[in-house]
């Protein structure tokens, strides 16, 4: 009974949202062999099923991020979530006995609404600062995930006086690149970092070819270390706004020693910029 009540108070919460405009739900999809994980940005206070061939589990006595998700064979549902600070989350569920995506990183966009009732004219600068954190969150998890994945794009790598600066992977979600970089260091002196920028290069036709330079600043930059130690590594992420090249431009990952001259130049052609993980 006091399940119910809750799945009723929120749902009339959300209602006044509901009835200015439609929202459209998205399908998840789950099965009996594999746990699908939904990542929320704020810790999951309460997740329920419309239907007892779905499960969705989480983390009852300490609030976390995630919950799993599993399906027997049977009709189509609904998943509602209520976050820690109200935010209101729901998809239709269905089974799939082949399931292509196993990881939903879930934004607070998804929300469907609150089931407090949020003040206008109060909330627009926390609300601004609010979407920042949860962005910056997102980056975080997504990037620690991407770190801990042994994918790779290709060989890309070069080498100058025992420094090693490889791109393991590209990535592309939603509408960012992803750069997985790793720097080795197999000297015997510490490498200090000035700078590691990435910019786009175009070669000018014509009897006078030239190159022209444009930088691209990263959105946030993960575990970006200040030194690498002789005989170690650092592994870290790059998260730049999508963009494409053609074949007439490429990208360039230029590592700069601080106090130094141990400096690469690292060539990205335009087919793994254009054709990401």
Known sequence: ??????????????????????????????????????????PIRQGI???????FTYNREKEQYFGLLQATPGKESNLLV????????????????????????????????NEKPIVKDSVLVESSEELVDNSTYYYQKFCSYLL????????????????????????????????????????????DLNFLNLSIETRQKGKRKSLQRLYQEPIYKHNLPS??????????????????LSDDRRAILELN?????RNIELKLSHRYINNPN
């Open 257 to 261: 020693e601080k106090d130094g001259e």
């Open 148 to 191: 801990n994945r042994k994918q790779r794009i290709g060989r890309i790598k070069k080498r100058s006086e025992g420094i090693i600066l490889t791109v393991e992977n590209i990535v592309f979600d939603k509408d960012e690149l992803y750069f997985v970089i790793e720097i080795e260091n197999n000297s015997s002196l510490d490498y």
């Open 49 to 55: 099923t419309g239907s007892d061939n779905f499960v």
């Open 1 to 42: 009974m006091k399940t119910f009540i809750l799945i009723l108070t929120v749902l009339i919460s959300a209602s006044a949202k509901a009835q200015q405009q439609p929202i459209p739900l998205d399908t998840i999809y789950a099965n009996d062999t594999k746990n699908v994980a939904l990542f929320f940005p704020e």
């Open 227 to 244: 030194k690498i130690k002789e005989n170690e590594m650092a592994r870290f992420v790059y998260v730049l706004p999508k963009f494409s």
């Open 82 to 113: 209520v976050n820690r600070n109200g935010s209101i989350f729901s998809y239709i569920v269905r089974y799939k006995k082949q399931l292509s995506k196993l990881n939903y990183f879930i934004p607070l966009s998804n929300s469907i609404g």
